[in-house]
């Protein structure tokens, strides 16, 4: 077994064990019962944790306001070349129909979270 296929094993086992825990207790992700009320109850909370909007910086130390769309994976060399027509192909859970589909995604938003500042942002530029 290869060190990619180790630390996938290890990466799955721990996402098991982590999602055993919260369907043994749903209210484990959260710091008390009012977040957790929200959770389940406030539409607008909800809205607001959602993976696309903006955060402080991640830099360790940094605390300017993250940019939208930063790049989990390098736009210029490694996304640029896998794209058609300046489209990747990104999975999205069809809540109606109860499937993963593959849905065209814009180069520019590809694999992209609200994760460093405009400084920090750079450092993984080309």
Excluded at 17 to 23: E, G, L, V
Excluded at 51 to 56: A, E, F, G, T, Y
Aim: aromatic residues 10%.
């Amino acid at each position: 077994m290869d060190l990619t296929s180790m630390l996938l094993a290890k990466v799955g086992l721990a996402m098991d064990k982590a999602m055993n825990a919260y369907h043994e207790d749903e209210d484990i992700i959260f710091n008390d019962l009012s977040r957790s009320k929200r959770f389940h109850y406030d539409p607008k909370y909800m809205l607001s944790l959602g993976w696309k909007n903006s955060n402080i910086c991640m830099y360790p130390g940094c605390d300017q306001s993250a940019v939208k769309a930063s790049h989990t994976i390098q736009k210029s060399a490694s996304l640029r070349s896998i794209a058609q027509d300046n489209h990747l192909l990104t999975p999205k859970f069809d809540y109606r129909r109860e499937v993963m589909d593959l849905i065209p995604i814009g180069l520019n938003e590809a694999s992209t979270f609200p994760g460093f500042c405009p400084g920090h942002e750079q450092l993984f530029g080309v």
